[in-house]
């Protein structure tokens, strides 16, 4: 019982730190980028619905984790369209491509263990 809950922990803490670094490079990427007032629409915009899921991913809710997985798509696309088109933003795209894809799997690892089958499996 004690190794499920060390693991669900563990799970969301790495999903929290994948998330908290990915939206550190999306935010330093568009302040790089852009003029302050586009910088932080665009900013403003990719951290709310973070925000939002914020409570219910610290809990590890699985229907906040599964949205959650869900609203990473947006970055990777976003990441891999300027890793083809545009090389001046090769760094933060390719970072930030790299960062939503290790988001995406600590979701799913943190969606994986918090179902109850997965507890009672010895």
Known sequence: M???????AATRAVALGALAALL???IA???ARFSAATAGLACGLGVAPWLALAPGLW???PKRLT??????TPYLGYGLMEVLANPGARGFAAATVLLAFALAVALAAALRVSRPAAAARP
């Open 29 to 31: 990427w568009h302040v």
């Open 24 to 26: 550190a490079v999306f």
């Open 67 to 72: 949205v959650g997985l869900l609203l990473t």
């Open 59 to 61: 809990r590890g809710d």
């Open 2 to 8: 004690i190794d499920a809950v060390r693991a669900r």
